[in-house]
């Protein structure tokens, strides 16, 4: 099941660093686990790369273990057209 679009979420305030964001998305952002380049999500409390649940799951296991509750995946967004993809 693919995550669903939201609009707003409760976590984003306090798990999301925004003042640091456009430092997140860094050239290499293969996982920092086991060095999978496709389907990675980058976690917003940290920064750090983790392949998806498809992959290794990653980025689960370091949610979990970290508490870190809101990561971005390969989202792009046209301001003009309000349009979104993953």
């Not at 976590?11 to 686990?33: G, I, M, Q």
């Amino acid at each position: 099941m693919a995550p669903s679009k939201i609009s707003s979420c409760e976590h984003l305030e306090e798990h999301v660093k925004l003042s640091s964001l456009l430092e997140l998305v860094k050239p290499d952002n293969s996982c920092r686990t086991c060095g999978h380049k496709e389907e990675n999500w980058i976690c917003l409390s940290c920064g750090e790369c983790f392949c998806g649940r498809f992959v290794s799951r990653h980025m689960v296991d370091h949610s979990l273990e970290k508490y870190h509750l809101v990561a971005l995946r390969g989202l792009s967004f046209c301001i003009e057209s309000n349009n979104s993809s993953y």
